[in-house]
T-cell receptor, first 118, second 110 residues
């Protein structure tokens, strides 16, 4: 199946731990994104990579570090997890960055990873 | 920066029309989107509109854009129980980032 996939789907961990969320897309897209959706469903972009290069980096604590080993993968590593990091994290991809909704350029979203920090 | 606002909740009866509203602040926004999120799933792009358009129709969906008032709406005709979901308005800002509203939870009653 062609899609954006994320692992794990659920992640429950203790405060202070370090964890990673993985994202893969097999759509052949050049650009990938990480979004955070808080408990009130507010969705906000965190990072964007285009061809393994960081192009969008919102005001996110430096405990969050994205890593893109190749253009099909964008992983999110979080150090020293805090209670406020609890959220659903969505990965997305699109054909081209910095462009509008041309045919085929919409963002495709993964199913999300629900992170719970205890 | 861009700010996008939506009402939180809408309840309609099956077969009625639903209208979900959204307001935004940046008048230079060029692309405006509607996404649907079903429980436990990611966001699915429903439709979009360019800022030089007033209306776009796509089957049961009608998008209306009032650029003067910075108001966007999504009308779903003949709403079905399968339309129950959270609907997000999103606006592309001047740096091509998608800025999302807080989502409107649509509940369709049988």
């Amino acid at each position: 199946d062609t899609a954006v996939s994320q692992t794990p789907k659920y992640l429950v961990t203790q405060m202070g731990n370090d964890k990673s969320i993985k994202c893969e897309q097999n759509l052949g897209h050049d650009t990938m994104y990480w979004y955070k959706q808080d408990s009130k469903k507010f969705l906000k972009i965190m990072f964007s990579y285009n061809n393994k290069e960081l192009i969008i980096n919102e005001t996110v604590p430096n405990r969050f570090s994205p890593k893109s080993p190749d253009k099909a993968h964008l992983n999110l590593h979080i150090n020293s997890l805090e209670l406020g990091d609890s959220a659903v994290y969505f990965c997305a991809s699109s054909q081209v960055v910095l462009a509008g909704p041309y045919p085929g350029n919409e963002q495709f979203f993964g199913p999300g990873t629900r992170l719970t920090v205890l | 920066g861009e700010d996008v606002e939506q009402s939180l909740f809408l309840s309609v009866r099956e077969g009625d029309s639903s209208v979900i509203n959204c307001t935004y602040t940046d008048s230079s926004s060029t692309y405006l989107y509607w996404y649907k999120q079903e429980p436990g799933a990611g966001l699915q792009l429903l439709t979009y509109i360019f800022s030089n358009m007033d209306m776009k129709q796509d089957q049961r969906l009608t998008v209306l854009l009032n650029k003067k008032d910075k108001h966007l709406s999504l009308r779903i005709a003949d709403t079905q129980t399968g339309d129950s979901a959270i609907y997000f308005c999103a606006v592309m800002d001047s740096s091509y980032k998608l800025i999302f509203g807080s989502g409107t939870r649509l509940l369709v009653r049988p």
